[in-house]
């Protein structure tokens, strides 16, 4: 039986294949690869081995129910949801495990987090380069279109190296930059390798698979998409449990910036509206089955929180839900 388990739901995604490859080619302990395949088959496909296990659907049940189908199948202490186009830190499955035999299994923990660099086009006529981007037309360099080409890098870029989210009052994500100057912070980075964040970025994390179904952080309930970064911080914190990033490890993703990269899912406006009110009403007005702690208690412990002012703090406190 494996000691962990890493879920990736997957939907035309182009890196599915070479993401499995790395976290093959980086694992030091007993660890399998579950992969919900929602409503395509992977193209490229992915390559057989005895780790790797794939779910196909031909319905599309969306990110979270995909997430939820995989674990289903594992039988694993530990999982690990990714996203299906990451590279990762060799033996960074260890170096996690080894972090949750210290911590006890309350937590949700994420490594740090690297941008990864997948390819370049390139003109072979001259050797102009465009960074992870659409395919140029033609060389604005020499003018030519022929032999214009992707060059595969995968390289996970050193900096930036994000390890502090938050949200606001939205709620939005948000990078927590000035968490990091904090003179908690950098106690317990010294002292520990593992600091604590209000938040999580939501392409990587890891809990138990007891404390997956227990605080219900898949399901398709809050929208099948978006916000689950949130949904799994609120989730944690306010059950009792606590956030953590491990720098001892890491691993690098593939962000969206260019229209080459569309979402998989559906990601309109209104379905990130209606996530939002979703996790609202979850967390600050009905209460998670779990939870013990209001949702200002966690804007207390991490205060000033970008987004969220003395007059939206004193709303909250007036109108949340109160455990």
Not at 113 to 137: A, E, S, T, V
Not at 192 to 199: D, F
Not at 239 to 262: I, M
Request: glycine share 6%.
């Amino acid at each position: 039986m494996a000691e962990l388990s890493i879920l990736i739901p997957a939907r035309n995604e182009e890196f599915l294949a070479r993401t499995i490859e790395d976290i093959l080619s980086n694992i030091e302990v007993d660890t399998e690869v579950i992969v919900t395949l929602d409503g395509q088959w992977a193209d490229p496909p992915v390559v057989d081995n005895d780790r790797v296990n794939l779910i196909y659907v031909s319905q599309s049940v969306g990110q979270r129910a995909a997430t939820d189908l995989a674990c289903k199948l594992s039988k694993a202490k530990y999982v690990m949801k990714v996203d299906a186009h990451c590279a990762f830190d060799k033996g960074f499955d260890r170096k996690m495990i080894e972090a949750f035999e210290k911590t006890g299994d309350n937590v949700t923990m994420l490594p740090i987090m690297r941008n990864l660099w997948i390819f370049d086009w390139k003109c072979y006529h001259c050797g102009k380069r465009w960074y992870q981007d659409n395919k140029p037309d033609k060389c604005d360099s020499c003018g030519k279109a022929d032999k214009i080409r992707r060059k595969m890098l995968w390289f996970a870029k050193p900096n930036p190296r994000s390890t502090s989210y938050c949200f606001d009052s939205e709620p939005k994500f948000g990078y927590f930059e000035d968490y990091k100057h904090r003179p908690e912070y950098e106690k317990d980075k010294k002292e520990k390798g593992l600091t604590q964040s209000m938040s999580i970025q939501g392409s990587c994390f890891m809990t138990t698979r007891e404390k997956y179904w227990e605080l219900d952080l898949g399901g398709e309930k809050l929208g099948n998409w978006g916000g689950q970064g949130i949904q799994i911080a609120c989730a944690t914190w306010l059950s009792g449990g606590e956030v953590l990033v491990n720098h001892n490890t890491w691993y690098a993703h593939l962000f969206r910036t260019k229209a080459k990269f569309g979402f998989p899912w559906s990601a309109s406006g209104r379905d990130q509206q209606r996530v939002k009110k979703n996790v609202r009403d979850l967390f600050w007005v009905k209460g998670h089955p779990k939870q013990i702690r209001p949702v200002s208690w966690l804007i207390d412990k991490f205060y000033p929180v970008p987004g969220w002012s003395d007059e939206d703090i004193k709303n909250l406190k007036e109108t949340e839900f109160k455990p």
